[in-house]
């Protein structure tokens, strides 16, 4: 199978950019960042503190999280329910930081990560999917972009949506993610040694996809 990683820190286009990729290249898709964000949704519903370890790790075995594809496209199942637009509100995000950086939830989504990557040609994206994840994966990018254009890339996608959301407010929990992300003890994001350092700030999301399924092309064949 081939396999895709591609990793780097949120609103870089990870996902918009992948998900296009992928279904340009016939490949499944795999949001991790999903993952977690349904695992951070599903503690905000019960009121849990994302930052309590024994009951966010207490809440694990209650909740059956699962990804369909339709149409090519990944919608996240919690318990049954179809999460894909509640887990891209804000308060999502840090909620989903803060369960990412425990141990005991990578190690919980780990098996179905890898199963998805062993039984498919996938392109998956996510904080460690290069470090950690897929370490042989055929290709590693690493998708970065400034501060600043991602937080007017998400602030765009939620207004566009109808959600009310302030710029300011956005780029200070985008740079407090990064900061959580990168310093977290377990799988912290960082790009693979071997990873392709792919700077979207002055790219189009067509541009960034036509990179992206350029260079997955290019290590098929080699793999071939």
């Not at 870089?12 to 695992?39: F, N, Q």
């Not at 930081?97 to 040609?121: C, F, G, I, T, W």
């Not at 998708?143 to 602030?155: D, G, P, Q, V």
Request: aromatic share 4%.
């Amino acid at each position: 199978m081939i396999n895709i990683a591609i990793d780097g820190p949120s609103g870089a286009g990870k996902s918009s950019a992948a998900r296009l990729a992928a279904a340009k290249l016939g490949y499944v898709y795999v949001d991790t960042g999903a993952m977690y964000r349904a695992i951070g949704v599903a503690a905000l519903r019960r009121e849990i503190d994302t930052l309590d370890k024994d009951r966010v790790l207490a809440m694990l075995p209650e909740l059956d999280i699962s990804l369909t594809f339709i149409d090519g496209e990944q919608h996240v199942m919690l318990n049954g329910e179809d999460v894909s637009k509640a887990i891209r509100l804000p308060e999502a995000s840090m909620a989903a930081s803060n369960v990412s950086a425990m141990p005991e939830v990578r190690a919980y989504l780990l098996d179905l990560q890898h199963k998805l990557a062993a039984e498919n040609n996938c392109l998956m994206d996510g904080r460690d999917i290069g470090t950690v994840i897929l370490p042989n994966a055929q290709l590693k990018i690493f998708l970065t972009a400034s501060a600043e254009i991602r937080a007017k890339r998400r602030y765009d996608e939620l207004i566009a949506r109808g959600t009310p959301v302030d710029y300011d407010q956005l780029l200070q929990e985008i740079i407090q993610r990064d900061y959580n992300d990168s310093h977290r003890e377990t799988a912290p994001l960082k790009p693979a040694e071997d990873a392709v350092l792919l700077d979207s700030s002055d790219l189009t999301l067509e541009e960034m996809v036509d990179r992206i399924v350029g260079m997955a092309q290019a290590a098929a064949a080699k793999e071939a």
